[in-house]
């Protein structure tokens, strides 16, 4: 049976233009140039023998014969199901050279999944061996073992096929499909020529290299450690199974076998002993992302590089050769020399660089389509965005990633591997690159457990050896490396992370895992129920949040509450309880017990404060940060974070943001309010003020009033501020037809319908928030636009202002935020920092921005801890 030509065809997927300057060929005639080069050279190495170049030619010239009496030829599908061997790699050429394609089959599968391959795949031929063809499973395929062809060979008379067109299909590989139901990706041989130049180039693969065999012959990895090496001159070492285990026996093989270059991965390295291996040049990893542990112990004495591709683009489309020693994790690199890698938004339109998008793929190296499988192929090999030409395609890989300024692609995850859990959409990869980064793991894996309300992520960590790590210790460490919503309420210690039979994470074993048989598992504390009438009233109001029972220590971001359901919650506790809880409390002591408390002060004397802390902590002096336009201070948190444990970070919200409190009308009665907090909380040392938009405002407005008393700040840091500047900012995030003058006259009811509408997208409340939060926003955030507006500063004569500017416009900047300040300073550092107005304080940005705010501040002196 040939593979259909028809509406069915998997041409479908059209084609991609050749780059220039590429040689394009037929496989078959690329190796024999080879072997002429070098007849004498060894091609194959195995535990029984070895070939040469010049006798693989003339075996699998005489084996391609008889293959095409049996009715191989362009189109056919031959299933391949033999171990790894030094016949298994003369199968694919013959199979090649007699114009079909192959299609290797594991035989460690279990027998179920090889029926539905042979089936699914309809191939005419099975080619195996004595021992395995007694027991493949009967589909009508003619079955053939390489003694019998072999023995056929012997016929004087028979000569090699024609040559074929490298347009033709060269191979199949089975991947996994999102429905469950595996899917063959048919490859042609236009793309094999170009990818053994790129790998054996960056490899360092040359006659004479010695090259691992390592993946499974149903893995694509196979095609580049086979054909790559016998379209370069090197040495193909095939091993026993049992020489391949991950741990020892693969360390022993490495060394016995004088391995140049292996490709492993990253889970199969992570098991490697690090002792030395003095003939190990190139490693490579792939087929997973490369913890930043992983590169950083194995770079060291030899190139090690990060490989990447789908199956869908003939193995590898990218590589990343990483330095020597401590890294953080490796981006998956720039696109190989015969590869268009596009990034692409929802609707399949280009994205600018520094855009997160999903990656697609175009050039000579693109499949043909999925064998029988029209629809599909359609989907995922859609025409070029930019092309003239219509049946120019790209394959759209379903994998997330950022393009770099310097045109490095890093991986984000997976489109379909972001996860949901309370509204808000999680990469559970974010998540294992933090656990790896802890000092100690070796290796982690996170997934997403459970269903609606009860949704969680787990992790699974294998530690180092004698690192003494507990589940605590990395839960203590991963609060100050990620969101609060990120943290996993599920950690446990694992001595391995299972793989499949392609050394990939085994994610179905990894999600069964019994937690009592591990070295250690922390879920949620044993509960501890209400124990007074506070505790059991704001237990009530989680209780109707989260749809469960909880207890008085449950921590109510490690059950996935976010900042919205934040706002939820304290609406649900003002209703039973009858007082208004600040955001800050939730902050300070995310429990029900904590809460309870927090009530019982507010009962008692002292009252509210717009002092909120969301880093309490640390050994530095503390930053004091003034709310943005819309009063909240949370757009504080992952700065917190990224600045680190060391620097204490105290937010100042606006009152009216909490309900109970009205809105301040002024620049200066906020600077005496926030003034009066700071002071009321006793800091031992200088103050530091930061402001982000309007709240840089307020901040110089502290810093100036503070100067006139004789106690000048320390640091007076503005985010993206200015006066007319932040004024235009303002009036960005509500557009508005109305001139100026009207806008700050009408009256509320007739702008709120506005601000309602562009208040989520411009973030300014969050995505979904209840109406009396949002009208609560809306009054502070009118009322601050009204402050600035009214505003006139007075020279500043308190020391250094530094002013962070988003690279990125987002508002009008024709009055310069710069000469503003100028006018009213005479020492202005102006550093300019990645992203735009609305994202600078996000990552991936915050990084660079905490990197160079942190820089400022430790220049001052380290003190100890900042609060009485």
């Known amino acids: 049976m040939t593979a259909p030509r028809d509406a069915d065809a998997p041409e479908l997927a059209g084609r991609s233009p050749d780059p220039p300057g590429l040689e394009i060929g037929w496989t078959p005639s690329l190796f024999r140039r080879r072997a002429g080069r070098g007849p004498g050279l060894v091609a194959v190495e195995g535990p029984s023998g070895s070939v040469s170049y010049g006798d693989l030619d003339r075996v699998t010239d005489r084996w391609a014969s008889v293959l095409s009496g049996e009715g191989v030829g362009p189109g056919v599908l031959v299933a391949l199901t033999m171990p790894r061997s030094v016949e298994a790699v003369a199968a694919m050429l013959a199979v090649m050279k007699a114009g079909g394609a192959f299609l290797p089959i594991d035989p460690d599968y279990p027998t179920a999944r090889v029926a539905f391959l042979l089936k699914d795949s309809a191939s005419p031929v099975v080619l195996s061996t004595d021992s395995l063809a007694p027991g493949l499973p009967v589909t009508g395929a003619r079955v053939l073992t390489i003694r019998e062809i072999d023995r056929g060979s012997d016929d004087p008379g028979t000569a090699p096929p024609p040559e074929g067109d490298p347009g033709d299909p060269a191979y199949a590989i089975y991947t996994s499909g999102s429905t ?25 693969i040359g006659p004479g290299t010695r090259v691992l065999q390592f993946a499974s012959l149903g893995f694509d990895a196979s095609i580049s450690e086979i054909l790559v090496t016998l379209l370069s001159g090197g040495t193909v070492c095939v091993s026993e199974a049992s020489g391949l285990v991950p741990g020892p026996a693969l360390s022993g093989t490495l060394r016995r076998r004088s391995i140049h270059v292996a490709t492993l991965p990253p889970t199969v390295l992570g098991l490697l002993p690090e002792g030395p291996y003095p003939d190990l040049r190139t490693l490579v990893v792939a087929g997973e992302a490369c913890p930043a542990g992983l590169a950083s112990r194995w770079s060291v004495g030899r190139k090690f590089i990060n490989a990447y591709g789908p199956t869908e683009a003939t193995v590898c489309v990218s590589l990343h050769v990483c330095p020597g020693g401590a890294q953080p994790a490796p981006p998956i690199g720039r696109p190989l020399p015969h590869v268009e890698a596009l990034v692409l938004d929802e609707a399949g339109d280009p994205v600018p660089d520094e855009t997160p998008g999903e990656l697609a793929i175009g050039g000579p190296g693109l499949a043909l389509g999925y064998l029988h499988r029209p629809g599909l192929t359609a989907e995922r090999f859609p025409p070029h965005p930019t092309a003239t030409d219509p049946e120019t395609r790209v394959y759209r890989t379903g994998d997330r990633v950022i393009r770099r300024a310097d045109g490095v692609l890093e991986f984000l995850g997976r489109v379909d591997d972001q996860v949901k859990i309370r509204g808000v959409r999680i990469e559970p990869g974010e998540v294992r690159g933090a656990i790896e980064a802890i000092e100690g793991v070796r290796a982690a894996a ?50 391995r992370l299972p793989t499949t039979p392609h050394g990939k994470l085994d994610r179905a074993a990894l999600a069964g895992l019994d937690p009592r048989r591990v070295q250690g598992t922390s879920t949620a504390p044993p509960r501890t129920p209400p124990r007074d009438a506070p505790e059991l009233e704001v237990a009530r109001a989680w209780e109707e949040l989260f749809g469960r029972e909880v207890g008085v220590d449950d921590d109510f971001f490690a059950l996935g509450g976010d900042s919205l359901s934040a706002m939820d919650l304290l609406a649900r506790i003002a209703r039973r309880c009858g ?5 800050a409390a939730l902050l300070d002591d995310p429990t029900v017990a904590g809460l309870a408390s927090a009530l019982a002060e507010r009962r008692g004397p002292g009252g509210w404060s ?10 530095r002096h503390p930053l004091y940060c003034v709310h943005p336009g819309g009063g909240n201070v949370l757009c504080y948190v992952e700065l917190a974070r990224a600045l680190g444990p060391a620097q204490p970070l105290f937010g100042l919200q606006a009152p009216g943001v909490d309900e109970g409190r009205a809105p301040l009308t002024s620049v200066e009665a906020m600077a005496d309010e926030y003034l009066d907090a700071i002071r009321s909380a006793r800091p031992s040392g200088p103050i530091r003020l930061c402001g982000w938009s309007f709240g840089g405002v307020v901040a110089f407005e502290m810093a100036r009033k503070l100067a006139e008393e004789g106690r000048p700040v320390d640091r007076l840091v503005l985010l993206d501020a200015g006066f007319l500047y932040s004024f235009a900012i303002l009036r960005g995030l509500i557009p508005s037809e109305q001139p100026l003058v009207r806008f700050l006259g009408a009256k509320r009811d007739a702008i709120f319908p506005e601000f309602r509408r562009h208040a989520g997208r411009s973030q300014v409340v969050p995505p979904g928030a209840s109406e009396a939060l949002t009208r609560r926003v809306f009054e502070v955030f009118m009322a601050n636009v009204e402050a600035l507006y009214a505003y006139r500063p007075a020279p500043y004569r308190g020391g250094a202002i530094t002013l962070m500017m988003a690279e990125e416009p987002f508002a009008d900047r024709r009055r310069d935020p710069v000469d503003e300040w100028r006018r009213l300073c005479d020492d202005l550092d102006v550093v300019p920092v990645p992203g735009n107005h609305l994202t600078m304080l996000r990552p991936p940005h915050v990084g660079a921005l905490a990197d160079r705010l942190g820089e400022r501040l430790r220049r001052a002196p380290v003190g100890g801890r900042s609060h009485g």
């Open 180 to 204: 469950g139901r595996p899917k063959a990706a048919l490859i042609s041989h236009r793309g094999i020529g170009p990818l053994a130049r790129s790998q054996a180039e960056a490899f360092g």
């Open 610 to 619: 717009p002092l909120v802390p969301i880093r309490a902590e640390g050994s």
């Open 446 to 495: 996170v997934l997403a457990e459970g269903e609606g309300r009860d949704r969680h992520l787990a992790a699974f960590v294998v530690p180092g050896r004698g690192s003494g790590l507990s589940v605590d210790r990395i839960r203590e460490d991963l609060r100050d490396r990620l969101p609060i919503h990120l943290l996993p309420p599920r950690i446990t210690l694992v001595d």
């Open 579 to 583: 007082e208004a809880l600040p955001i």
